[in-house]
């Protein structure tokens, strides 16, 4: 799998202000953010669009520009089909004409190359962490333009929900040539979509309004999710090669860094069950970890961030000085042995791990994200600890595993799919919703 367009780093000092247009009839584009505005929650749509005017979206999202024939070539749609979606897209804005990439000899205004305008809007992505959470500014082509970090608030809900809300308002105020048409918030926990709330037992949230306060912070439509189920999305719909993978077969998307979780795709769409993603938090690995919950050995107990940092201060591979799992990973990048064989041994109950689950669902594809799969050391040597456990492990042949393209920003663009997901799924729709 190819490695999508990232910027050298997700949060840069300067960032690139480009100009709003307008539509094909001369109209100015919808108006930007308006805080005060009643809450406007909507359900994400976790999913590869089926309709036609999401179908022309996302082909001109993935290729353009593209001529109208080629997108009824791509797409199989008649081109009839394609020139009244591409007409309405155009009207709304979300589309422009490139006349100056009309191939020579080419007669009509269907031979005009079109693509998606990626210039003019953006959307916001949140992705609310137990440590930290990041602001993202995507285009509607799916890519990061520019982001921001910091510590998740503690204490009350409402008021660490309005400080997130705050910090975001602050973070797009930036861009006052671009008009941000929605917000997407990934978190964990169990998440309503539909009423955009939570509750998150590792940061005290229960029913917290998450959708209410950050959506009515920024005057802008929001959509929440769990943020496993949202990184499975970006699988779907922001990965380079999403053709190929999005459509048809099973998927299983497996999360690991601070917390652990699953979520399951099948044929394009990621499986939202009313109750929340399952949980994986309390499969037992025979380790002795001491879990909160008041058993022995439970996985995120073991596998986590704060669980290996602990393990690793116990058995006096770090000191208190560099008591963080970035050292951790320092310590073994220079030598350590005994640091090194700490990653072995989480990475060894992560392949067993996975290997469990792959052997329950019996997936077409597993993918692996998070820290705790990709930041040591550059991923390759502690994903092949995972895989060579995995193998050892799995019951049934042929399938290997994989890790998601989006490296250790997997975070910024679940919260960025959570953002597009009502865009990609249906455009006008969203456009529609979007102006009410």
Known sequence: MSTPTVPRSLFPSTVSRSGAGRTRSGRTGPPGASAGRPPRIVAPDLRVADGAAGVVFRAAANRGPLARDHI????????????????????????????????????????????????????????????????????????????????????????????????????????????????????????????????????????????????????????????????????????????AVAGTGTGLYVYARETVGIALTFDGKVHTPRGGP????????????????????????????????????????????????????GLARDGSAAAHGLLVERATVLGRTVALLRDLFNPDRVVLGGQAFTEYPAAVAHVAHVASAFDRASTLPGKGIGVTAFGNGVQAYAAGAVSLSSLYSDPLGAMRRRAV
């Open 72 to 243: 009824a070539k791509l797409t199989g749609l008649s081109t009839a089909t394609v020139n009244r979606q591409v007409s309405s897209l155009l009207d709304v804005g979300l589309l422009r004409e490139r006349a100056g990439l009309t191939e020579p000899g080419a007669v009509g205004r269907p031979r005009i190359p079109i693509e998606v305008d990626h210039e003019r809007y953006l959307t916001v992505g949140i992705h609310i962490g137990a440590v930290t959470t990041g602001i993202v500014a995507v285009d509607l082509r799916g890519r990061i333009l520019a982001g921001v970090e910091i510590p998740t608030p503690t204490g009350d809900q409402d008021t660490a929900l309005t400080t997130i809300a705050s910090a975001a308002v602050t973070f797009v105020s930036r861009w006052h040539r671009r008009t941000p048409l929605w917000s997407g918030v990934a978190l964990g926990g169990r998440v309503d979509p539909v009423a955009g709330t939570a509750d998150h037992p590792r940061s005290g949230w229960v029913d917290a309004p998450v959708g209410a306060i950050i959506g009515g912070g920024l005057g802008l439509p929001v959509s929440v999710s769990a943020h496993v189920e949202a990184m499975a999305a970006a699988e779907l719909l922001l990965t380079p090669d999403r053709e």
């Open 278 to 329: 399952g949980s994986i938090a309390h499969l037992p690995t025979g380790s002795s970890a001491q879990c909160p919950c008041g058993a022995v050995g439970c996985l995120e107990a073991t596998v986590s961030d704060r669980a290996t940092v602990e393990n690793a201060q116990r058995q006096g591979v770090l000191g208190e000085g560099d008591a963080s799992i970035r050292g951790l990973y």
